[in-house]
């Protein structure tokens, strides 16, 4: 049997922790989700016939830059009463946007910067007429995409990213 030389036993020593690195990576990447989505609502006591401010906002976490594509609103909000009925539908101040560039790990709120920036819109509001306890989930709605002489993305299937659920109460005015 033959022996392996010297500089031969650190080739296999170092390919073999490559191999068990990138198996690692890609274990920890499989498990986490590439994009968190967030409802922007600051405060968890509202008064009834006010305007409830939100602003949301999606975290992408791939490791290479990726184009966002959509034909509508990226934010749309649910509101939920304590029974799981839905009773608001509503959208965020985002205009409708066709591409945009996302990089990793950076936070994209309402609205999305686009290339060149736009000003910013104020954030987006509900009113609730009844007091009580009621659940907001907002959801990103878009599709991943290629920019080229032309935006392609048949094939692609829209992509839906779901926020945590926020629980607000929404009280009588003092």
Known sequence: MVRPTGWLKVVLIAILLVMVVMAGFSIYLHDKPRFEVFAGITGTKFITGKEIPFEPYMIYRGWLPINLVSGGLLFIAQVYDEEGRLILHCISGLDMFTYHRLWPFLSYKAPLQRNPPLPRNPPS???????????????????????????????????RVYSEPVWIEVIDSP
């Open 125 to 159: 509001a509900f009113t609730l007429d009844e007091p009580g306890r009621y659940k907001v989930v907002v959801y990103a709605s878009f599709k991943i995409g290629k920019r080229g002489e032309e935006l392609r993305v048949q094939g692609e299937e829209e992509q």
